[in-house]
């Protein structure tokens, strides 16, 4: 994925994750489920400087997701399913402590990032 991040900057990221379904009730037509997994990124930024110049910086991220599901049986091979996910991860490249990602108005900085996803979709059991 590419594209100009939170703080202005040009950035491509790759990402990488893993996660585990758990179901609650698996023999039911109306499935609950939660989602537990770890995630890694790795990012290209174009950093630009007071004087001008623009420097390419390679970022890393490392951190973990969950959250909870609902999965409905359409028919014995479909089911639909839709589920909300939270995602927490923090800088960890060697430039993470002395050139932190984000400061806030008050001068507060921090290499934490989060975000949230709702999904829906269908999935096919064969």
């Known amino acids: 994925l590419g594209g100009t991040d939170y703080n202005g900057f040009e950035r491509g990221e790759f990402m990488w994750s893993a996660s585990g379904l758990f179901f609650f009730n698996p023999k039911s037509p109306l499935q609950v489920y939660s989602i537990l997994g770890l995630n890694l990124s790795f990012a290209s930024v174009e950093v630009p400087y007071d004087d001008g110049s623009v420097q390419e910086q390679d970022w890393n991220y490392f951190g973990g997701h969950m959250g909870l599901g609902l999965q409905a049986a359409l028919g014995p091979k479909v089911a639909l399913n839709v589920d909300v996910?939270?995602?927490?991860?923090?800088r960890t490249d060697s430039r993470a402590r002395r050139e932190p990602e984000f400061i806030d108005s008050r001068g507060r900085m921090?290499?934490?990032?989060?975000?949230?996803?709702?999904?829906?979709?269908?999935?096919?059991?064969?």
Request: net charge positive; hydrophobic share 40%.
């Open 85 to 90: 996910t939270g995602f927490l991860r923090g």
């Open 110 to 126: 921090t290499n934490t990032s989060g975000g949230g996803l709702l999904r829906a979709g269908l999935t096919f059991f064969w």
